[in-house]
């Protein structure tokens, strides 16, 4: 099966009546593998920070550039991972 068939066939089914607005697939390294044709590509990204307890989520466009949004969103996930959360 393809990456394309997942976004297609698993993410972008419905249920109870419902539909995700958008769903990609993404290599670790930024690397779209497959993607809705809703899903938002730009110049811009995202940076997801996991910690104790919660996700932190900074998205961005540029000119700021991914270096800048890691930094910011880091930042403070580092500070509620020390303070655990």
Known sequence: MSWQAYV???????ID??????A????LDG???????TFPQGSGGVTI??????????IYDEPMTGGQ????????GDYLYDQGF
Do not use: Y
């Open 17 to 22: 009546g419902m539909l995700l607005t958008a």
């Open 31 to 37: 690397s779209v593998w497959a993607q809705s044709a």
């Open 69 to 76: 949004c890691n930094m910011i969103v880091e930042r403070l």
């Open 49 to 58: 920070k996991k910690t104790n307890l919660a996700l932190i989520i900074g």
């Open 8 to 14: 297609d066939d698993h993410l972008m089914c419905e």
């Open 24 to 27: 990609a697939i993404l290599g």
